[in-house]
């Protein structure tokens, strides 16, 4: 167990291929939006995070967001381009791997191919000079945990992806690593393993103490795993915070849209003040906001102005007045029902339970009603969250 | 955020790992630099001593150029009886560029053969070629040498070149490099818009393969360039000679009467074309050497 | 020098999609006329010399002057001529290949050594070098020099009178010239060691980097995180991983080894001094063919092939033990 901080990490990859060179065959110019210095592109910037002791940590963003390079920097396989990393009060930015007591699962699990099972996951203690008896015991406490004491003799290529994810988590643990670093580990699994082997994630994180930081693109891993998210886009961190904070209360339009699936939706409005209290308009449409709400804005004296209103897919229900749109698809899901609408020209999702038998909407026309707790409210102009505009990424909403 | 004990933050192990790796560092660099230094200092001397005139050279040891490089230039150009360097370059340049082409050709034909159709023995005939590649070429010289001489081959080039066609190792080269850049479809898709099986081959397949062309066009060319052991044995007119085989005949005559100056210009201009090639193509020769060799 | 040039893979995995449905028109024929032009001139220029050259190893043959004598069967003769002590009392083959072994072996012991040192440095994300392309550039460029101009150069400058012998007596190291080339067999061998090793370490350095970048690099991430220090990571998992490749490197470069010739006989005037200290097999080979003897050049030439056979298949058997 430790405790990790990062402070002000910067990370900037210097330039090695020239500009020039392959883009006359109609490459796309840049897949990121990096941003980009004399001294290269930078993939991490501003990056202060605490964790404690014991915290399950998740990185999570979309591709080239930063999030794999910083666990690389913890790890020490990546130069710290600035700031500093400090793990258990020590900085340890130029330390070694080696010498950090961190282990890592990576997304290919690096198995040593011509070690057998036992030998991977006895290697990290065997340099260590363990004793014989003391590394037979760890092993194999460790394959009883995850299932894999038959396979102790084979070798890595001998086993299903599955099974190789279980030696690979295996090989981190045997040696109680001040620090679990899990670099999408579940990724090269089907949707069957991987929803398996997140929930012995979770297991095992209550029977082992240690610190875990993971990474992962998928935010239903996130959710489900971490005591805390960090959200990132472009190198920048968007924001921190329990999973639930991060679903009730998205700091910005990215991460409200990145977190919660199907995609939250957007639809062009007006922030009014009526009788002293907030209202939205979207076309029309007036909807009072909470008491929560109308504080928050309160104390960020936020003007009337027009905004872009977000409401998640279950937090519509069709009604007898409200946003109207047509019904283009209807997706059965079992329960509920998935409609896909189009409403001010936009593709909208919206979810309807289905209860007394299914009701068919595709064609008609319908209204959506929704209330004034569930809407969030977007600035047109930097997409910041209006209730949370003066906030920093850190702060927490306290209930 | 700050933590309430930055304070008591230890940064001595950190700075003590940042001493150490820089150390490291700067110990690997001083090795490359020696090496570097190993690698380059024969043929500073050589150039030093190309610059500088036979008496100059008798003096003592120097670091230093002269000014004598075009005078022995000059003479090297000039050069006839024994050695007619100048004869020799022209030689080699032909040998070279015909055997080089023909080499690549071929080379890339013949693997394109094995790659693109399915015919009986294929597997066969891979796993020969990758077998012959071993056999050293050697053992074939004393049979070619007998049926040269049996048949008055001698003192004709086209026994150099032509037999450049079969080349094992450019042809092993030549099927990775098809392999991993040459989808099969694409002569689907050219045989349906109507081309000819030598058209596909001509227009199609070779303009994709252009990078492995340069580089193995490259390396035959050099490797015919720099070839002493046949050329030795099947070319005995003086006027016909290559480079190398001059070379050989000088090193035969007696040094220390020879005007040095314009041997150390000699051995210069045997070298110098290969090396003004690799200074603008070093990257992609490089490249070449493993490219489509180790992964697949 | 064509054989080390490309580096084979050693686990074929078969990608090509064998079977493919072939419906309406064959195109197998196109198959043989593109290989048609490789397999004549091979069988024309390459393989009925060799199968000559295996005859005449068993027949007197030799041209002395304009008189031919032969070829006459002389069954095992020219072997047990190879094999008989000369009358300086040395058997000249046994000699040659042990040279030529020699040689090799002083060059190659650093060629590997110091190659999978570089191979290693510049492959590590812990060091990050930077100019590593310069230097790469600098080591492979003299593998593309004439390696005759590069002896020659090098008798230009060790020999009696050269620059070396200069540099030395005007520090005071030597106070007479000393002869490097042809009077002491070590420092004759000594000086080809060192030319081939100069000409060949970069192109060994590269194979062996390519080798290595094969590797799945997390391989190495997850052993620096184990625990592992970089000689730990060398000898337990760049290693072992890289054995195949090395083994391959290392049997192409002894069979290169073997045919060596322009670097010894360019700096000994093709004489082997001193005292045949360094006359290579195909030195002998070529003595030989110069005398126009093809009997006894053939059975140099098959000697010079069993061995190189007997070695390839020796490795090759070894390493598909190794795979299973």
């Known amino acids: 167990m430790a405790e990790v901080i990062l402070k002000d990490i910067k990370k900037i990859y210097p330039y090695v291929e020239k500009k020039t060179k392959n883009n006359k065959k109609g490459e796309p110019e840049k897949k990121h939006n990096l941003q980009i210095t004399d001294k290269g592109v930078v993939a991490v910037q501003n990056f202060n995070l605490e964790i404690k002791d014991g915290e399950f940590i998740v990185l999570v963003g979309p591709s080239g967001c930063g999030k794999s390079t910083t666990l690389r920097m913890v790890a020490g396989l990546e130069d710290i381009t600035e700031g500093e990393l400090i793990i258990d009060g020590k900085v340890v930015n130029s330390i070694e791997p080696k010498d950090r007591d961190i282990a890592m699962v990576f997304q290919s699990y690096a198995l040593y191919p011509h070690m057998t099972v036992y030998q991977n996951m006895a290697y990290s203690l065997k340099i260590k000079h363990t004793p014989k008896d003391v590394i037979d015991q760890k092993v194999r406490e460790a394959a009883r945990i995850l299932n894999i004491e038959e396979y102790l003799d084979r070798k890595p290529r001998s086993l299903s992806g599955g099974q190789r994810q279980r030696v690979a988590i295996g090989r981190a643990i045997v040696r109680n690593p001040k620090v679990l670093l899990m670099d999408e580990p579940l990724s090269n699994l089907d949707a069957k393993l991987r929803n398996q082997m997140r929930a012995e994630i979770i297991k095992l994180r209550k029977k082992i103490n240690t610190t875990f930081i993971y990474v992962t693109h998928d935010q239903i891993e996130a959710m489900t795993l971490g005591d805390r998210i960090v959200i990132m886009r472009d190198g920048f961190i968007q924001q921190i915070g329990t999973p639930q904070d991060v679903f009730d209360y998205p700091r910005n339009k990215f991460v409200s849209g990145f977190i919660g699936s199907p995609q939250m939706n957007y639809f062009d409005g007006k922030l009014l003040i009526e009788d002293g209290k907030y209202v939205v308009d979207v076309d029309g449409y007036k909807v009072t906001l909470s008491e929560a709400k109308q504080e928050r804005l309160t104390a960020n004296k936020i003007e009337p102005q027009d905004v872009c209103v977000g409401i998640r897919p279950d937090h519509m229900v069709i009604g007898k007045e409200g946003l109207e749109g047509m019904v283009d698809v209807s997706e059965l899901m079992g329960t509920n029902a998935h409609l896909h609408m189009t409403v001010q020209n936009k593709d909208t999702i919206v979810i309807v339970p289905i209860i007394n038998g299914y009701n068919d909407y595709v064609g008609k026309t319908v209204k959506l009603e929704f209330t004034g707790n569930l809407v969030h409210l977007f600035s047109l102009e930097n997409d910041k969250n209006l209730e949370f505009i003066n906030e920093n990424v850190y702060s927490e909403v306290e209930e | 955020m700050e933590s309430n004990n930055y304070q008591l933050i230890d940064r001595k192990a950190d700075q003590a790992a940042k001493v150490k790796l820089t150390i490291e560092r700067t110990l690997v660099y001083i090795f490359l630099v020696f090496l570097t230094i190993i690698c380059l200092f024969f043929f500073y001397l050589l150039f030093v001593n190309a610059t500088r005139s036979h008496a100059e050279i008798q003096s003592g040891f120097t670091l230093i150029p002269s000014k004598h490089f075009f005078e022995n230039f000059q003479k090297m150009w000039n050069l006839s009886g024994m050695a007619p360097v100048r004869k020799g370059l022209r030689n080699s340049f032909i040998i070279a560029s015909i055997s080089s082409v023909l080499t690549t050709y071929f080379s890339a034909l013949t693997a394109y053969g094995v790659y693109a159709y399915n015919f009986k023995g294929k597997k066969f005939v891979e796993t020969f070629i990758l077998l012959i590649m071993m056999i050293p070429s050697q053992v074939s010289s004393v049979g070619f040498l007998e049926m040269c001489n049996e048949m008055h081959w001698t003192n004709q080039y086209w026994v150099l070149i032509v037999p450049g066609i079969a080349a094992p190792a450019t042809f092993f080269y030549m099927i990775q490099h098809l392999r991993a850049t040459l989808p099969l479809d694409l002569v689907e898709a050219s045989r349906m818009d109507g081309s000819s099986e030598f058209m596909t081959f001509n227009r199609i397949v070779l303009p994709i393969m252009k990078p492995a062309l340069a580089v193995q066009l490259i390396f035959s060319f050099v490797a015919s360039w720099n070839n002493l052991y046949l050329p030795t044995l099947l070319i005995t007119k003086t006027e016909l000679k290559t480079l190398p085989t001059m070379l050989a005949l000088l090193r035969s005559a007696d040094f220390a009467n020879m005007d040095n100056g314009l041997i150390y210009m000699v051995i210069f201009i045997s070298i110098f074309p290969v090396m003004l090639v690799y200074l603008f193509l070093s990257r992609a020769i490089i490249k070449g050497v493993t490219s489509g060799s180790v992964k697949g | ?223 620096r995180m184990d625990g592992a220090s970089s000689n730990r990571v060398f000898f337990d998992i760049t290693l072992p991983l890289l054995k195949p490749i090395l083994v391959y490197v290392l049997i192409t470069s002894l069979i290169g080894g073997l045919q060596m010739y322009d670097v010894p006989y360019l700096l000994t005037k093709g004489g082997g001094e001193p005292n045949f200290s360094t006359m290579t097999i195909v030195m002998l080979l070529n003595k030989y063919l110069s005398a126009n003897n093809y009997g006894m050049a053939g059975a140099v030439a098959v000697v010079l092939f069993v061995i190189t056979g007997g070695l390839s298949f020796l490795v090759f058997r070894m390493i598909r033990r190794k795979d299973d």
């Open chain 3, 1 to 223: 020098m064509d054989n080390i040039k490309s580096i084979r893979k050693v686990e074929s995995n078969d990608t090509e999609p064998k079977k493919r449905i072939q419906k309406g028109v064959s195109y197998a024929k196109w198959g043989y006329i593109f290989i048609i032009p490789f397999f004549l001139v091979y069988l024309a220029f390459t393989l009925y010399p060799q199968i000559k050259t295996f005859i005449f190893s068993f027949q007197k043959y030799f041209e002395s002057g304009l008189n031919v004598f032969g070829p006459k069967w002389n069954n095992f003769g020219n072997y047990v001529a190879l094999f008989t002590k000369s009358e300086n009392g040395v058997v000249m083959i046994v000699k040659a290949f042990t040279n030529t072994m020699i040689m090799w072996l002083m060059g190659a012991v650093f060629q590997f050594l110091i190659s999978l040192v570089l191979a290693v440095f510049f492959t590590s994300s812990r060091l990050r070098l930077k100019a590593t392309g310069f230097f790469k550039a600098v080591f492979y460029m003299p593998n593309l020099i004439m390696a005759s101009a590069f002896a020659f150069l090098f008798y230009a400058l060790f020999n009696t009178v050269g620059p070396i012998n200069q540099l030395a007596q005007m520090m005071g190291w030597a106070d007479k010239p000393i002869d490097f080339i042809s009077t002491y067999p070590w420092s004759t061998r000594t000086l080809v060691a060192t030319m081939n090793f100069i000409l060949w370490f970069g192109n060994t350095t590269i194979l062996l980097m390519a080798g290595i970048m094969g590797i799945d690099e997390s391989l190495f991430e997850s052993a």
